[in-house]
């Protein structure tokens, strides 16, 4: 037990130095996009801002959204890192359970587990608000990305989605704004 308890200190040590977002108690469980068609979801969209996450390091964040197989969501996410290079990770999502199409799982590798990938809110052609959290004993850590089909999203767009975060728990202080300035991000793929 005492091993357990030092791994937890560890990785929560690790999580608080990284500024990962993580709260006391469980994962709040907001509602979801009701009658969400994920056909309409394919496609590109840029990250207009996030809440720190250690697997995310760069700026002009983008996932593109593809049909793989009926049910499955291919994902694609690229990302400019601080040297120049493009990083990218591939996976898949899917709805567990089909009265709930908006609560999704994502998983990038066989051997990874599955992360909540839950769209709060989305009007398909111009913004989404994507959430994910994962339980961690008496803790939770809190995923928040605010997604445009372009690389700019209105002020007012974007306090109306931290406004739904807000009203269902959800901390939206640390949200950082990605960079998708066209010149800075003009090595991405279009």
Known sequence: MQTFQVISLTLLSFLAASAQTFLPGKCPTPAVQ????????????????????????GECCQATYTLKSPGVVGV????????????????????????????????????SRESPYWVLSTDYDRYSLVYGCSNMDDCHVDFVWILSRQPALPAETIEELINILASNGIPAEKLQVTNQEAAFCSSMPE
Do not use: C
């Open 76 to 111: 694609f996410n690229e990302e400019l890192l601080a040297d120049g290079t493009i990083n990218s990770i591939s996976g898949t999502a899917q709805a567990k359970d089909s009265s709930e199409p908006a609560k999704l799982e994502v998983s990038f590798s066989e051997i």
């Open 34 to 57: 009701e009658n969400f068609d994920a056909a309409r979801y394919l496609g590109r969209w840029h990250e207009i801002q996030k809440l720190p996450a250690v697997f995310q390091k």
